[in-house]
């Protein structure tokens, strides 16, 4: 143990020892006031009142009460001699993961298929999520939220299972719609800051851009998951 690491977890208890030091001091006063007969007694009687041999009293029960009632305040500052690590930086951003539902998401040119990789992309983003609160959206002809912000990541990730592109009602790629509401609900909790995070297989830069300059001070990032293979040109016949 190095007397340098010594600390109190709740030094605001050691406030107490000032109203303990006044009780003490009052209660040693009163013990003396008590054997002070001359203060209530007429002189002439005294020499019949008391004793020719003085009694002594015992100290013990205050004594004891007050090393006692001591302990127990330091006690409660709890003194201890090892700290806790506390993290340099904390990332408190928030994110709000936007995925996209329409039927194109069920091509399966990436195996097992789009949708697939892309469900167990945002499951390992949401492991990795140690805190900042996330929010999960999903979008096809219309955008839902599935879960609003939060910092229980695991209630994220039990849902993704669940999605699919036959859950949504009205079919169609919306991305626009899915930014709108993810800014919403940035607003909705408060912060003018955030990241979204888009996955999908398709955008339309030219219907997005409007959305895209909405975003303002919040940060937008794309994950693709388009067919990679470059398709060929076809050239026609002369």
Same mark, same amino acid.
């Given at each position: 143990?190095?007397?340098?690491?010594?600390?109190?977890?709740?030094?605001?208890? *050691?406030?107490?020892?000032?109203?303990?030091?006044?009780?003490?001091?009052?209660?040693?006063?009163?013990?003396?006031?008590?054997?002070?007969? $001359?203060?209530?007694?007429?002189?002439?009687?005294?020499?019949?009142?008391?004793?020719?041999?003085?009694?002594?009293?015992?100290?013990? &029960?205050?004594?004891?009460?007050?090393?006692?009632?001591? *302990?127990?305040?330091?006690?409660?500052?709890?003194?201890?001699?090892?700290?806790?690590?506390?993290?340099?930086?904390?990332?408190?951003?928030?994110?709000?993961?936007?995925?996209?539902? $329409?039927?194109?998401?069920?091509?399966?040119?990436?195996?097992?298929?789009?949708?697939?990789?892309?469900?167990? #992309?945002?499951?390992?983003?949401? #492991?990795?999520? #140690?805190?900042?609160?996330?929010?999960?959206?999903?979008?096809?002809?219309?955008?839902?939220?599935?879960?609003?912000?939060?910092?229980?990541?695991?209630?994220?990730?039990?849902?993704?299972?669940?999605?699919?592109?036959?859950?949504? &009602?009205?079919?169609?790629? @919306?991305?626009?719609?899915? *930014?709108?509401?993810?800014?919403?609900?940035?607003?909705?909790?408060?912060?003018?800051?955030?990241?979204?995070?888009?996955?999908?297989?398709?955008?339309?830069?030219?219907?997005?851009?409007?959305?895209?300059?909405?975003?303002?001070?919040?940060?937008? $990032?794309?994950? @693709?998951?388009?067919?990679?293979?470059?398709? #060929?040109?076809?050239?026609?016949?002369?």
């Amino acid at each position: 143990m190095n007397l340098v690491d010594f600390h109190f977890i709740r030094p605001y208890w *050691l406030l107490a020892i000032l109203p303990y030091v006044v009780i003490l001091a009052l209660m040693f006063r009163n013990k003396l006031a008590q054997g002070n007969w $001359s203060a209530v007694c007429d002189a002439e009687l005294l020499p019949y009142l008391l004793q020719d041999k003085p009694v002594k009293q015992s100290r013990w &029960p205050i004594t004891t009460g007050a090393i006692a009632a001591l *302990l127990v305040i330091i006690a409660l500052a709890g003194p201890t001699w090892e700290r806790l690590p506390s993290p340099v930086f904390r990332n408190a951003s928030a994110l709000v993961i936007v995925l996209d539902l $329409s039927r194109s998401m069920d091509a399966a040119d990436i195996k097992p298929s789009r949708l697939i990789m892309a469900r167990y #992309k945002i499951a390992d983003i949401l #492991k990795q999520r #140690k805190d900042g609160q996330t929010a999960l959206l999903v979008y096809a002809g219309d955008a839902f939220t599935v879960t609003p912000l939060t910092d229980d990541t695991e209630t994220i990730a039990s849902q993704l299972s669940a999605l699919n592109t036959d859950i949504m &009602p009205s079919q169609g790629s @919306n991305a626009e719609l899915a *930014l709108d509401k993810a800014i919403e609900l940035f607003k909705q909790a408060g912060l003018q800051r955030g990241h979204i995070l888009l996955v999908t297989d398709e955008v339309d830069a030219d219907k997005s851009l409007a959305a895209v300059k909405a975003l303002d001070k919040y940060s937008l $990032s794309i994950c @693709n998951y388009s067919d990679p293979t470059p398709k #060929k040109r076809q050239s026609r016949p002369k």
